[in-house]
Nanobody, 128 residues
Framework: EVQLVESGGGLVQTGGSLRLSCTAS???????????IGWFRQAPGREREREGV??????????HYMASVEGRFALSYDTAKNTVYLQMDSLEPGDTAVYYC????????????????WGQGTQVTVSA
């Protein structure tokens, strides 16, 4: 069982920055490093995107970024805190969405259908 808690969302102007955090509580024989962690988003009035904004396999550090955020967003993590961070710079109104953190044991891709554990989401709003 994995519980995920996101934080760090908010309201910013175009060009601003936010850093999202996803902290995992793991009640199993597996460790944080055994999971892939992904960030997914759902824009207002739309379904949650199947492709993740960004995902990382903690064990091998394989990282994926959605094309539209490449060069603007960056993932990092802290194994001591079981936390993954998503640094979002040069934010655009099109980035406005609820951002969800998800985890999958031995995950290897950035497809939302492959992730089992989900957080409640954090709202990111970028004003023009």
């Amino acid at each position: 069982e994995v519980q995920l808690v996101e934080s760090g969302g908010g309201l910013v102007q175009t060009g601003g920055s936010l850093r999202l955090s996803c902290t995992a509580s793991i009640a199993s024989a597996y460790a944080f490093k055994d999971y892939a962690i992904g960030w997914f988003r759902q824009a207002p009035g739309r379904e949650r995107e199947r492709e993740g904004v960004s995902c990382i396999g903690i064990a091998d550090e394989a990282t994926h970024y959605m094309a539209s955020v490449e060069g603007r967003f960056a993932l990092s993590y802290d194994t001591a805190k079981n936390t993954v961070y998503l640094q979002m710079d040069s934010l655009e109104p099109g980035d406005t969405a609820v951002y969800y953190c998800a985890a999958e044991l031995w995950g290897s891709n950035c497809d939302s259908t492959e992730y089992t554990y989900w957080g409640q989401g954090t709202q990111v709003t970028v004003s023009a």
